[in-house]
C-alpha cells in the first residue's frame, strides 16, 4: 500500500524515483507523482493511474539532483491527481509524501490549520501545512520537522523536501514502513529495499519516532527530542533477478512455478546435520510451555493458519485457535493461562495483525511470526521469528507465500511434537520431498488448467469451491485467488454447508470446484458434487490419486493426506490466473487491491 522512493545526489534523481515506483507498483495504487528540486525550485508531475503515465508526462524535461516520488492507495479522498502526492504547503516552501494513516489529521485541522485553505482531501496535506505553520514558529526547518512529527497519531512514513534547501533531504517514519539506502556520494529512500536495489544493497533501518536527514555524504539520525544516535547498516541479500520476472508474462506464474524450488529450500533451511529439524531452542521452548495456541492472520496467511492449525493438532497435540486479525481485538476470546500467539503474515507488514501483536504485548504474552520479510514490524516486534524463504512475492495473489507457511508450519509442529517426545509415523522432510515433486508434476499441466479456466470460468459471474476437512481451506483459498485477479465473485464453502443456505444459488451452469483429497470425507463431498450436479451445476472434481473416480476433471499425485493442501493449491492457483488472463484482467496488479495492507 502506497510507495515511497526518495534520492539525494550528485546525479539526476528522476530516473532513480520512477525505476524506484515502478518496483513499488506491485503494493498496489490508484495514483503516483514525483517532485525534483532544481536551482529553478520544485518541479512536480501527478497522475492519476499507473507509473507508466507519470513516466511519460515526466519525459517534459524535469530535473533535479533531490527528489522525492509516492504511489498512492488512496485512504483519505478518491484518486485523483489533486490528492495525489506529493502535497505542497501553502507558499510552496514544502514537499511531502506520506504512507499511512494520520488518526488525529480533523483535530490537528480544527486546532492549527483553521486559516488554511486546503487542496485536497488527504492526511496528508494537513502534515505539509502545519510544517508550514511550524516554520513560521520556529523559523528553523529541523525544529518544525520534528515538532510536526510530535503532534502525528497514527502511522506515517514520511520523507520532505525544504525547496530553499537543496542539500537535505528529511525523512521520519512510525509504524510504517521506510529504510535507508546508502550509496557512494548519495542516499535513497525507499518503502521496500526493492525499489532502490539497483541503486545500493546496504540500507539502514530507521526506527518509529526517529527523524533522520540526510545529505548526499551524510547521515543524521535523531529522535524527536533531538538526541542523535548511531546505527549499523547491513547488506540486504536480494539480487535483481529475485525481482524481475525474466521470461514469464506475470509475476504471479513465476510464483507459481517456483513453488517447488521454495520447498527445497525450506527443507534446506530447518534442516540439521542428522536430518532431524533445527528451529531456534528458544522457539520450541515457548511452543511447549503454551497451552493453548492463537494464530493470527488475514487473507491468504488466515487459510495457511486454518491448516496449520490441524498441523499442530494432530502432531504436536497443542489446542490451536486461529482468528482473523482485524476481528481479534474487538472480539477477543477469553484467552488460556498459557498462549502464544503465531502471527502469520507474508510480507510482515499487515496492521491489522500488527495492532494484535502490540495489544497482546501490553497482556505481557509471547508471539511468534512466521514471515516472509526478514527484518519486518511484526519480525521486529515479535519475541521470535521463523523465516519462509519464499523470496520476493511480488504478484499480490499469494501464491508460494501460501506453500511456504504451510511448510514452516509443518515443521514447526513436528518439531514440537518430537520435543515433547510423540512418536510420530510422519517423516516431514520425506513428505515435504514428495509435496515438492508434486507440484512440479502440476506445474507442467497448464495447458490442460488453463482448458478448464476457459471452458469453466470465461464468463461466469460467480463459482463455488467446496471441499472438507482440509480441503474446505484450501476451497477457501482458492475462491479467494479467484476473486481477487478474475473479479469473479466467488466462495469457498464446506461441502456440508452447501445444503444450509447456498445451494439457492445454484442454477444451470453455475460452475461448482470440489476437492477431493481427504479419504474419509471422500464419500461424502462426492455426495455434495451430485447435489449440486442435480440442480444444473458445472461440475469440476479435483480428486488425489487413490481415491480418484472416473471423469474426476485432475487427479493429483499422491502425497501424504496431511500434506495434501499444498498440493491441492496448486491447481487452484493456475485456474485463477488463466481465468484472470482470459478476462483480461491485470493478473499482478488487481484493481483496489494492495500487497501490504499498512492501514487498518
Ligand atoms: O502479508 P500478509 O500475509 O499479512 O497479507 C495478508 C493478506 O493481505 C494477503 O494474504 C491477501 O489476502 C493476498 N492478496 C491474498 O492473495
Not at 403 to 409: G, I, R, Y
Not at 555 to 569: D, K, N, R
Request: charged share 20%.
Amino acid at each position: 500500500m502506497c510507495g515511497i522512493v526518495g534520492y539525494i545526489g550528485q546525479n539526476d534523481a528522476k530516473g532513480i524515483l520512477l525505476n524506484g515506483l515502478a518496483r513499488l507498483e506491485y503494493r498496489g495504487y490508484d495514483s503516483a507523482g514525483i517532485a525534483l528540486l532544481n536551482q529553478d525550485g520544485i518541479q512536480m508531475t501527478k497522475v492519476k493511474g499507473r507509473v507508466a503515465v507519470l513516466e511519460e508526462k515526466a519525459d517534459e524535461g524535469i530535473s533535479g539532483s533531490l527528489g522525492i516520488g509516492h504511489t498512492r492507495w488512496a485512504t483519505h479522498g478518491v484518486p485523483s491527481i489533486i490528492n495525489a502526492h506529493p502535497h505542497q504547503s501553502g507558499t510552496g516552501r514544502f514537499i511531502i509524501v506520506h504512507n499511512g494513516v494520520i488518526e488525529n489529521y480533523e483535530a490537528l485541522k480544527r486546532e492549527y490549520l483553521k486559516d488554511v485553505s486546503l487542496i485536497s482531501d488527504t492526511d496528508t496535506e494537513i502534515i505539509v501545512q502545519l510544517m508550514e505553520k511550524l516554520f513560521e514558529r520556529f523559523q528553523d526547518t529541523r525544529t518544525a520537522f520534528c515538532e510536526t512529527m510530535k503532534l502525528l497519531k497514527g502511522s506515517y512514513a514520511i520523507a520532505m523536501i525544504d525547496a530553499e534547501d537543496r542539500n537535505t533531504l528529511y525523512v521520519s517514519k512510525n509504524k510504517s514502513p521506510l529504510l535507508i539506502g546508502i550509496g557512494e556520494g548519495f542516499h535513497v529512500v525507499a518503502s521496500d529495499a526493492m525499489a532502490t536495489l539497483k541503486e545500493t544493497n546496504r540500507y539502514l533501518e530507521i526506527h518509529d519516532e526517529e527523524v533522520v536527514l540526510l545529505t548526499s555524504d551524510t547521515v543524521t539520525i535523531q529522535t524527536l527530542t533531538g538526541e542523535e544516535l548511531e546505527r549499523e547498516s547491513y547488506t540486504v541479500e536480494l539480487d535483481l533477478s529475485d525481482i524481475e520476472k525474466g521470461t514469464y508474462s506475470h509475476y504471479m506464474l513465476k510464483e507459481i512455478d517456483e513453488q517447488p524450488f521454495v520447498l527445497r529450500r525450506i527443507i534446506e533451511e530447518y534442516q540439521d546435520e542428522n536430518n532431524g529439524i533445527s528451529i531456534d531452542p528458544a522457539i520450541r521452548i515457548a511452543m511447549q510451555q503454551a497451552d493453548r495456541i492463537y494464530i493470527i492472520a488475514a487473507g491468504t496467511s488466515y487459510h495457511a493458519g486454518l491448516v496449520g492449525k490441524g498441523f499442530i493438532e494432530k502432531l504436536a497435540g497443542i489446542p490451536v485457535e486461529v482468528h482473523i486479525a482485524s476481528e481479534f481485538n474487538y472480539n477477543m476470546p477469553i484467552l488460556s493461562d498459557s498462549p502464544l500467539f503465531i502471527f502469520i503474515s507474508q510480507s510482515g507488514e499487515t496492521a491489522d495483525s500488527r495492532a494484535v501483536l502490540v495489544q497482546i504485548k501490553k497482556m505481557g504474552f509471547p508471539a511468534l511470526t512466521i514471515t516472509n520479510v526478514a527484518g519486518s514490524t511484526l519480525s521486529r516486534e515479535a519475541d521470535y521469528t521463523l523465516h519462509l524463504h519464499a523470496g520476493p512475492e511480488i504478484a499480490v495473489a499469494s501464491t508460494k507465500a501460501y506453500t511456504a507457511q504451510l511448510a514452516v508450519l509443518v515443521l514447526l509442529a513436528v518439531d514440537t511434537a518430537e520435543t515433547k517426545e510423540v512418536t510420530l509415523d510422519f517423516d516431514p522432510i520425506r513428505e515435504l520431498a514428495i509435496a515438492a515433486n508434486a507440484i512440479e508434476v502440476l506445474t507442467d499441466q497448464k495447458e490442460t488448467i488453463e482448458n478448464l479456466a476457459r471452458d469453466y470460468l470465461t464468463t461466469t459471474p460467480n463459482a463455488f469451491f467446496i471441499g472438507r476437512s482440509a480441503d474446505y481451506y484450501v476451497a477457501m483459498e482458492g475462491a479467494l485467488k479467484l476473486k481477487e485477479i478474475s473479479y469473479i465473485q466467488a466462495e469457498g464453502l464446506a461441502g456440508g454447508e452447501l445444503k444450509h443456505g447456498t445451494i439457492a444459488l445454484i442454477e444451470e451452469g453455475t460452475p461448482v470446484i470440489a476437492l477431493a483429497t481427504q479419504v474419509y470425507v471422500n464419500y461424502s463431498i462426492r455426495g455434495n458434487v451430485q447435489e449440486v450436479a442435480a440442480r444444473g451445476a458445472n461440475t469440476l472434481i479435483i480428486s488425489m490419486d487413490g481415491l480418484n473416480e472416473e471423469n474426476d476433471a485432475l487427479v493429483l499425485p499422491e502425497i501424504h493426506e496431511l500434506l495434501a493442501p499444498l498440493v491441492s493449491v496448486i491447481p487452484l492457483q493456475l485456474l485463477a490466473y488463466y481465468a484472470a488472463l482470459h478476462r483480461d484482467c491485470d493478473v499482478d496488479k488487481p484493481r483496489n487491491l494492495a500487497k501490504s495492507v499498512t492501514v487498518e
